[in-house]
């Protein structure tokens, strides 16, 4: 599905308030509402909007650990990536997954609420896993910048 100067206006105000009222939108784009409503709608049946939610706040949740971590496999084959992947994917403490080029082959953000959970997180997904030879933890000490909007071609 190609975008249009007028998606790529939606796309961008839902993904900084998803809340907003389809009139609202409407207004703010230059379009009828019913208009609006129905490109907003094409927009998810397409899969460009994947999913609506709602973003917590930090600071009104109970502390937790933010890690950034590094994984580097033992064998370069395509199969023992994907085994590892699912394993990775599957695991709730796992908000984000990388596969990346470079140093290490994986890089996950994992979300804990204390060491002994990213001890048992270790156990099950990263040496559980024969073929990951290293991982290295960055523990995050203050997140400055979080930004969940997507590049809009164009």
């Known amino acids: 599905m190609s975008l249009d100067n007028l998606d790529r206006r939606i796309l961008d105000r839902l993904q900084r308030d998803a809340d907003i009222t389809n009139q609202a ?3 703010e784009v230059g379009l ?6 129905k490109r907003v709608k094409r927009l998810r049946e397409s899969g460009i909007i ?3 939610v709602a973003l917590l706040s930090p600071d009104a949740m109970p502390p937790c650990l933010h890690m950034v971590v590094e994984v580097t496999m033992e064998r370069d084959h395509k199969s023992l990536y994907q085994r590892f992947l699912h394993r990775a994917i ?3 403490e796992v908000k984000q ?3 990346v080029t470079g140093e290490c082959d994986f890089v996950l953000i994992v979300v804990v609420p204390d060491m002994d959970a990213y001890d048992r997180f270790c156990d099950t997904v990263l040496y559980a ?3 990951m030879r ?3 933890t960055l523990l995050s000490r203050k997140r400055s910048k979080f930004d969940t909007s997507a590049l809009i071609p164009g």
């Open 90 to 92: 599957a695991a709730p």
């Open 25 to 27: 939108l409407a207004d």
């Open 32 to 37: 009828s509402p019913s208009a609006c409503l």
């Open 134 to 136: 290293k991982f290295r």
């Open 50 to 52: 994947e999913r609506q």
């Open 97 to 99: 997954c990388y596969q």
């Open 129 to 131: 896993d024969d073929n």
